[in-house]
């Protein structure tokens, strides 16, 4: 148990809707990544917060988007859903700056759309 | 950019067999490297890491040299066992803020390894 904890674990909606995926890092980290995994792309980074802040953007489409609340939790909204946004989102953390600790992984969320 | 290449799967071995997973990357300055381990339904778990020229990082019996003259960073394990059928990840992680990005993972495709009694 790497101490990430996402939900929900699974999700299945329709294209056009939006969701919000919801991460708690694990207690004492101030960053939260959001990783997206598909079959075609495999794991991609999509965005970063760091105590609150948006740190990096990655391969993020602007139906996305994302935000870390004062008690450090993130969410992640997908909007407008399409068939292609079907993956495994991953949400990791780490202790503090980018450069220093290692990411630890939560269980993910497996997103369904139909 | 920033990139990860590793060997492509899957991976069938028997157990006790060697094993070697290939994974090279393109990268400006001294990148942190990494590996990541997925088994079925569960989320990924760093394995080892290495995050200078000449590290080796190892961990349950697996090992990688971070090789900056060949940009390589293969894992190896001596006598693989059936519990470590899973998918295998290399990652780099970027010294340098190249577009925002420092910091974040870049993972190759992964490797699927199965290891049959």
């Known amino acids: 148990d790497s101490g990430v904890t996402q939900t929900p674990k699974h999700l299945i909606t329709a294209t056009g809707q939006r969701v919000t995926l919801r991460c708690s890092p694990r207690?004492?980290?101030?960053?939260v990544y959001w990783y997206q995994q598909s079959l075609d792309q495999g794991l991609q980074f999509l965005i970063q917060?760091?105590?609150?802040?948006?740190?990096a953007k990655g391969n993020i489409l602007e139906r996305f988007s994302a935000q870390q609340f004062p008690d450090l939790h993130s969410e992640l909204n997908l909007s407008s859903l399409e068939l292609g946004d079907s993956a495994l989102y991953f949400c990791?953390?780490?202790?503090?700056?980018?450069?220093?600790?290692?990411?630890?992984f939560g269980p993910g969320t497996r997103l369904t759309v139909t | 950019g920033n990139s990860v290449t590793q060997m492509e799967g899957p991976v069938t071995l028997s157990e006790e067999a060697f094993l070697t997973i290939n994974c090279t990357y393109t990268?400006?300055?001294?990148?942190?490297l990494f590996w990541y381990v997925q088994y079925p339904g569960e989320g990924l778990q760093l394995l080892l890491k290495?995050?200078?020229?000449?590290d080796k990082g190892s961990n349950k019996g697996f090992e990688a040299t971070y090789r900056k003259e060949t940009t390589s960073f293969h894992l190896e394990k001596g006598s693989v066992q059936v519990s470590d059928s899973a998918v295998y990840f290399c990652a780099l992680r970027s010294s340098m803020n190249y577009g925002g990005s420092q910091g974040n993972l870049i993972f190759g495709k992964g490797t699927k390894l199965s290891v049959k009694p």
């Open positions: 917060y760091y105590n609150g802040e948006e740190r």
């Open positions: 990791a953390s780490s202790v503090g700056d980018s450069l220093l600790g290692e990411q630890y």
């Open positions: 990268a400006t300055g001294y990148p942190s």
């Open positions: 207690s004492g980290d101030l960053s």
């Open positions: 290495a995050t200078k020229a000449d």
